[in-house]
């Protein structure tokens, strides 16, 4: 692959309209959803906890076996195209169970939890996918300039899906979100480059749990790995948390409409698409290591502030705290996901993914259905002070496997890390090595 710009490759352009296409649609319907359990069907944040938790349990139970699969599996675009329409058929069923009237709760949560286990194939498969698109050194180019374009359907997205719900109603925006994941098919189906086939894993003639086990392995053995599992996973659960209760705050606490909280959100990805945007030239100047833990580290005290927010010109508080808890988390995952795809050899991307995403995620239920426990007991701002406390604490894993690194290329242990365990295929002894935001967005989940 050449270094040139990856928006002059076509292939890179069509997945690049496909994923901001379907974000456009997901960012439109994450506010439908959430309104139209609260709103319409009265959920109480128990409620919302559960359906947010069925969304993420897949990534706890099929996570690590997925990342196996794909790396079997010789093609990684069908996996793509397969969850995309998946999620598509899925989501049509609320729309037409509305129209029925016979639209609950518990639909909802089945919903739910099938759209997450296409979910779960559709990130490892995209993560690992990617590099074939841009080559590896394109990847910092092609991960920011993916999120810079995604983030701006994520602009737009919230504030068209307030005034969508007020005026067609919460069950048919989710409409939207269908169709815009069928198109997201057929762009994935239009593209030509061609991917390398896949090299047998060392651990391939022991079996689905050998390879699994591999990829683990690799993960928890890699200092600086380990460490950004650790802090995605914290920055996750307080995500989690705070996603049971922050559409009640902001319907019932703060006295928000549909569209005002389209617009709250919309602030929070004008700062997204900002941070997406800059992200080479803060790597640049920060450096590429440091940048990691530092833009979550500057962010993290001032995302503190939503949970003060209140009614009037209070609201700001609100706004302010989402768009620092946006710039960090975005700058933090489009940093720490092109750190990974270029330490993890190609034949291993998919189980590492996946390993990622396994131990990333793994704690979101239970971060959302305690938040909904919390905001029955505490009440909804108490669950927010929480969730942030856990972002404020999240950057000191990273941070300590990170100190004095300025850039990748000075991660003297990471290749070695690399060939220990390719050489290993799984076994043999760990590492040498010492190795010590927005609760609405997640962004450490990447």
Known sequence: MSSRSPFKRRDFRLLLFGQTTAQLGTQVSGVAVPLLAVVTLDASPLQLGLITASGTVAFAVIGLPAGAWVDRWRRRRPVLV???LARAVVLATVPLAAMFEVLGIWQLVVVSLLAGVARVFFDVGYQSYLPSVVGREGLLAGNSAMESIRAGGQVAGPGAGGWAVSVLGAANVVLVQAVTFAASAVSLLAIKAREPAPVPAASASAGLGAEIREGLVFVLRTPVLRATAITSAAGNFAFALASAVSFVFMVRTLGLSPTGIGLVLAAGSVAALAGAALTPL??????????????????????MLSPLAGRGWAVGLLVVGTAAGELGQIVYAVTNVSLRQRLCPERMLGRVNATMRFLMMGLFPLGALLGGVLGEVAGARQTLWVAAVVVLLSPLPVYAALRGVKDVEDLDGAPRGVRDVEGLGGEGAPEGAPSPGSVRRGGAGR
């Open 282 to 303: 803060l790597a640049r100047r920060a450096g590429s290591a440091r940048v990691i833990w530092l833009a979550l580290a500057v962010t993290g005290p001032v995302a």
């Open 82 to 84: 397969g969850a995309d």
